[in-house]
Nanobody
């Protein structure tokens, strides 16, 4: 069982940066591939980024590539999503999630493969 708690959301101006954190409980955090998803009002939840168990490999949605950076600290059971150059299109509730990893290099973009989810944190970028 893994419990996830996101933090770091807020209201910023377009062009600003934010860093989201996701703190996980449990001693097996390092066994999970981690991911971030987001859901804008009136839209489906969409994939944002994923990171392998060791943190060596990441993969991003095209919409955030080059602006967002995902990292993890397994010693602190935490993942971080640094978001730069935010635009109003990034406004959404951001969710952290954990998925079973099938190897050290496993990345997961499929929402239904994630077993554990946080409650979400709101990010609003105003123009």
């Amino acid at each position: 069982q893994v419990q996830l708690v996101e933090s770091g959301g807020g209201v910023v101006q377009a062009g600003d940066s934010l860093r989201l954190s996701c703190a996980a409980s449990g001693r097996t955090f390092g066994n999970y591939t981690m991911g971030w998803f987001r859901q804008a009002r009136g839209k489906e939840r969409e994939f944002v980024a994923t990171i392998s168990t060791s943190g060596d490999i990441t993969y991003y949605a095209d919409s955030v590539k080059g602006r967002f950076t995902l990292s993890r600290d397994n010693a602190k059971n935490t993942v971080f999503l640094k978001m730069n150059s935010l635009t109003p299109e990034d406004t959404a509730v951001y969710f952290c999630a954990a998925a079973r990893a099938y190897g050290d290099s496993w990345l997961e973009t499929r929402e239904y493969k994630y077993d554990y989810w946080g409650q979400g944190t709101q990010v609003t970028a105003s123009s």
